[in-house]
C-alpha cells in the first residue's frame, strides 16, 4: 500500500467525520451531506487504488484537489482556520503524496 494510497483513505475518513461534527455542532446538513459525499468519493478511490485501478487515484486527486479549493474560499471569507485551514493543509498533504503516483 502506497503512501497516496493511505492519505486517500485517510483524507476521506477525515472529511466524513468533519461533516458529521459539523452536523453535530451547527446543525449544519450541508457539511453532514458534502463531507459524506467527498468522502465516500475518496474512499472508493483509495479502495479502488488498492485494487490496482488507476482510475481510483484520478479521482481521488480531483476530489482532494475540490476539496482544497473549497476550504480556501472557505478559509478567505471566515478567517478561522477550524475547520477550513485544517482541511487545506491536510489535502495539500494528500495531494502531494498522490502527485508521485500520478506521474
Known sequence: M?????????????????????YAQAQSKASLLSGSISGLLLLV??????????????LAAIVTAALVIVFAIRLAKTRKFMPAGLMIIVGLLSLGLMMPQLV
Open 2 to 22: 502506497s503512501l497516496g494510497t493511505i492519505a486517500t483513505l485517510a483524507y476521506g475518513i477525515l472529511a466524513i467525520v468533519g461533516g458529521i461534527m459539523g
Open 45 to 58: 478511490g483509495g479502495v479502488m487504488q488498492l485494487q490496482g485501478q488507476a482510475w481510483g487515484l484520478i
